[in-house]
């Protein structure tokens, strides 16, 4: 399976890069979390790092980067964000 570059280089850094493509897949999903996560997933099975080192750092990541989307939501308020999503929701297939 053909990764980005800098995905397979954060995920070969370890449990902090491994959370890192997790935050960083919140913010600019350039490929979908199902294969991001499958890949890093293969690499568990592979033996090239431990599965609940994995599991960790990725479930880490993800709840820091929905905790930021959410700061955000709270921070901006529900009209702003309403306006935002019926300007820029399209790009991201959003109702």
């Given at each position: 399976m053909n990764m980005?570059?800098?995905?397979?280089?954060?995920?070969e850094a370890g449990p902090i890069g491994i959370a890192a493509v997790a935050l960083a897949e919140k913010f600019c999903p350039i490929m979908p979390s199902y294969v991001v996560f499958v890949f890093l997933g293969m690499?568990?099975?592979?033996?090239?790092?431990?599965?609940?080192?994995?599991?960790?750092?990725?479930?880490?990541?993800?709840?820091?980067?929905?905790?930021?989307?959410y700061g955000l939501g709270l921070a901006l308020g529900a009209k702003r964000i309403e306006a935002l999503i019926e300007r820029f929701g399209r790009f991201m297939n959003l109702k």
């Open positions: 980005p570059d800098f995905v397979t280089m954060l995920a690499m568990a099975a592979s033996g090239e790092s431990e599965l609940v080192v994995t599991v960790t750092a990725t479930a880490t990541g993800s709840t820091i980067g929905a905790l930021a989307w």
